[in-house]
């Protein structure tokens, strides 16, 4: 439960420093940390308009899109102490039940009849698609070093004490910082401040959003940046005390936060044909985690 509750309250400021570091690289001062929850608040408070030629699809995406996320949240641990499910496996529910979410997005967008969204659709369906293999091989090495299949399981058993250990958890933070990117949509695969319909990717896909449904859409962003650093977090808190744990939790979110920020101040977005070849390579990053985890056992030859 307490990795819930913190993963929430990350995601209160998590987008919001990214746009303050973003601010700084750039020289202004920029909006405050809590700018982007303000506008989503304002949101919310607003109301929404469908097309005539949408259906329940449609008005039903962002609801399952929050939906898929908070659950998947859920079963995120905090060091040794479990999420509010843990069972074998859940990593691979944690996978599916995303992968529910950006379905419902996915058809909510082809629901509207556009060409324009349906592009946006069909890019993202296939960055997740590529993305996928790393995930799985990323925390299936993991699972294999600690010899358990579920995440509490997995990061409680986690001892970092030597250099390859080490080794080994900055890699698969590497990696998971840019699936983070990735599902997120963000530079250097996508720019979310993009308003040309033909290179853009998530933002196209919900350009009929409006009022509650889009505060839906951006806050489940919010949490789903914090989920992911939250599992970063998870390689280094083991089991350290809670009294220490909390902040070293907040910390790295913090520094994923300015990561993220620092990466879209110096870096360009790419072609669209050199995304798949990007996230495509992430699973060959994936596989220097197999390999530390292979040495680490002994197996490799």
Same mark, same amino acid.
């Given at each position: ?140 090495? $993991?699972? #294999?070093? =600690? &010899?358990?299949?579920? /995440? %509490?399981?997995?990061?409680?058993? +986690? ?5 390859? *250990? ?49 505060? $839906?859409? #951006?806050? =489940? &962003?919010?949490?789903? /940046? %914090?989920?992911?650093?939250?599992? +970063? ?5 083991? *089991? ?62």
């Amino acid at each position: 439960m307490i990795s819930f509750v913190l993963i929430i309250i990350s995601a209160l400021f998590f987008n919001g420093l990214i746009i303050r570091t973003k601010s700084v690289c750039s020289g202004r001062r920029g909006p405050g940390i809590f700018q982007p929850i303000k506008d989503v608040w304002r949101l919310f408070r607003k109301g929404t308009v469908y097309s005539t030629t949408t259906g329940w699809v449609f008005r039903a995406a962002p609801i399952v899109y929050l939906a898929s996320v908070l659950m998947a949240c859920s079963v995120v641990p905090f060091g040794e102490r479990g999420g509010i499910f843990s069972f074998e496996g859940d990593f691979v529910f944690f996978a599916y039940i995303l992968a529910l979410g950006k379905f419902f997005c996915i058809i909510g967008a082809l629901d509207t009849g556009s060409s324009f969204e349906g592009m946006g659709a069909a890019r993202e369906s296939l960055y997740s698609m590529l993305a996928e293999p790393a995930f799985f091989m990323t925390v299936g090495s $993991l699972a #294999l070093l =600690t &010899g358990h299949s579920s /995440f %509490a399981d997995i990061f409680s058993a +986690i001892h970092l004490s030597g250099a390859l *250990s080490y080794a080994i958890a900055f890699v698969a933070a590497a990696v998971f910082l840019v699936l983070e990117l990735i599902e997120n949509s963000r530079l250097p695969v996508d720019d979310p401040k993009t308003h040309l319909e033909l290179t853009m990717i998530h933002e196209v896909m919900i350009l009929d959003n409006s009022g509650f449904d889009l505060g $839906l859409i #951006l806050s =489940t &962003g919010y949490v789903k /940046f %914090a989920m992911y650093s939250a599992i +970063i977090a998870n390689l280094f808190i083991g *089991s350290i005390p809670t009294v220490w744990a909390v902040p070293l939790f907040f910390g790295v979110q913090a520094v994923s936060a300015v990561a993220i920020g620092l990466i879209e101040s110096f870096t360009a977005r790419f072609r669209m044909n050199h995304n798949p070849q990007f996230i495509f390579a992430l699973t060959s990053v994936a596989l220097l985690v197999i390999f530390g985890v292979l040495l680490a056992a002994g197996n490799f030859s």
